[in-house]
């Protein structure tokens, strides 16, 4: 049986990327039968390593087989992934996020989780000396993953070894770091063609604080003018994509990648509240500054209070 490798919904770089890089290392290396799949329609930046790369956008699939053969990359939460998922053959798990509980599988697998910025990081040191047998596109989309996690090294989850591994990426494919960064900021912040929900939902995950469950969404960019100016829409979107996703509340967090700071919508009291007690900050209005935010994994989410 085929092995599927996929990573969470809402798809980033890394969790389109990863699942393309661990599928090459098991089909190439392993000579294990491997197919990276996605769970739902890649951001616009990880549409841009794509195309960049020349790498086929892997297929998207939404229901799975029960017993179907599986790695899981970049989460371990059952939330963002398959209903069934505890329904099938999960062989392995590589993430670098906290470990969240309520996976079960049939057997004793393979779990590596590791503090680093980036799970291809993780993927580079589990491979060896494979790695050197990376082609060219396969280590592109290391670099781009690596870039896009750590906001080019900006990000406090940023490891030395994240950024030596894509300083010596970016040496053997004779791209410059800066220049590339860029290409990947700009594209992720062209939001233009998005709904508003499309918007919440486009890099979002969901969590529970207190029995208070929230839609923690990150919109990371260049350009926050474009998304900061579509605030009242996107506030009024709020309730209905609570609703349908079944949540109580939606936490909107525009990071801005070159100022290093993070604007929060706060349309309501609640979302006042968690402002206040989580970050320390004085609201006045429906918007907040926080400076020094940029990581949901490690300064948003461990930080949240109702």
Known sequence: MTTLVFGHKSPDTDSTGSPIIWAWYLNEIKGDPAE????????????????????PKPRIVETFEDGQKAVIVDTNNPAE???????LDIVEIIDHHKLVGG???AGPIDITIRPLACTATIM????GDAADKMPDWVKGMMLSCILSDTLEFRSPTTTDIDK????KLASELNIDLGTYASEMFEAKSDVSAFSDADLIRMDSKEYAVDGTKFRVSVLETTAPKLVLDRKD????????VAKEDGVDEVLLFVVDILNE???????NDLIKGVAEKSFGASVEGDMVVLPGIMSRKKQIIPNLKV
């Open 164 to 167: 030596a591994l894509a300083q």
């Open 103 to 105: 996976l079960e599988t």
């Open 81 to 87: 992934l398959p209903a069934n998922i505890n329904a």
């Open 36 to 55: 990276a799949v996605l769970l739902g329609e890649p951001n616009t930046e990880a549409a841009f390593v794509l195309e960049k790369w020349s790498c």
């Open 233 to 240: 829409s996107l506030m009024a979107s709020f309730a209905d």
């Open 124 to 127: 580079y040191d589990l491979m």
């Open 261 to 267: 700071e993070a604007t929060l919508f706060v349309p």
